[in-house]
T-cell receptor
Framework: DQQVKQNSPSLSVQEGRISILNCDYT??????FLWYKKYPAEGPTFLISISSIKDKNEDGRFTVFLNKSAKHLSLHIVPSQPGDSAVYFCAARDDSQGGSEKLVFGKGMKLTVNP | DTAVSQTPKYLVTQMGNDKSIKCEQN?????MYWYKQDSKKFLKIMFS???????INETVPNRFSPKSPDKAHLNLHINSLELGDSAVYFCASSPPGYNEQFFGPGTRLTVL
């Protein structure tokens, strides 16, 4: 039972264009969302996050949008750079157990930015 | 100045063996985690410890036993290894009050 879904396994974009990575979730108890970036043979690294009380958070080239009613979030990268090529994981915090910082991850999406 | 480190990076072993994976963080974080990334690429939490106390145990088989000698270390011991245990295991840590978790480089376990 996937509570966090990244339905597109891969995305390929040209350098300088926008990359849009999508994520859907099913659990209305999720109150905080994160994007992680992962290079091969390395651990995931935190990229950007958003609280459920906001609908947008921006950090440089990276912007995350949250649509709570649709249970959907997206990560926009603009302009995309070849160094952005990696696997991106969407994650959500499950607060249903109260106080434990449990993250639920999607299965990731591979982004390739072509020079 | 590695933040979260794991050893070994690769581990190949026979079915039925017992093995351990070590994790250390030098970030001063209170909470540490173990995640498993299986062949389908899902990253799923296994355990979480806060100041050496177990706070999350996600119905992991008893063959998996985490041990936290101090808050900077969280080791994972696996008994009677099975083929299905083959995966990449990630350790992570987080400071109190923060949702972001910092991951180690992973340990690729292959059970033959």
């Amino acid at each position: 039972d996937q509570q966090v879904k990244q339905n597109s396994p891969s995305l390929s974009v040209q350098e300088g264009r926008i990359s849009i990575l999508n994520c859907d979730y099913t659990n209305s108890m999720f109150d905080y969302f994160l994007w992680y970036k992962k290079y091969p043979a390395e651990g995931p690294t935190f990229l950007i996050s958003i609280s459920s009380i906001k609908d947008k958070n921006e950090d440089g080239r990276f912007t995350v949008f949250l649509n709570k009613s649709a249970k959907h979030l997206s990560l926009h990268i603009v302009p995309s750079q070849p160094g952005d090529s990696a696997v991106y994981f969407c994650a959500a915090r499950d607060d249903s157990q109260g106080g434990s910082e449990k993250l639920v991850f999607g299965k990731g999406m591979k982004l390739t930015v072509n020079p | 100045d590695t933040a979260v480190s794991q050893t070994p990076k690769y581990l190949v072993t026979q079915m039925g063996n017992d093995k351990s994976i070590k994790c250390e963080q030098n970030l001063g974080h209170d909470t540490m985690y173990w995640y498993k990334q299986d062949s389908k690429k899902f990253l799923k939490i296994m355990f979480s410890y806060n100041n050496k106390e177990l706070i999350i145990n996600e119905t992991v088989p008893n063959r998996f036993s985490p041990k936290s000698p101090d808050k900077a270390h969280l080791n994972l011991h696996i008994n009677s290894l099975e083929l299905g245990d083959s995966a990449v295991y990630f350790c992570a840590s987080s400071p109190p009050g923060y949702n972001e978790q910092f991951f180690g480089p992973g340990t690729r376990l292959t059970v033959l």
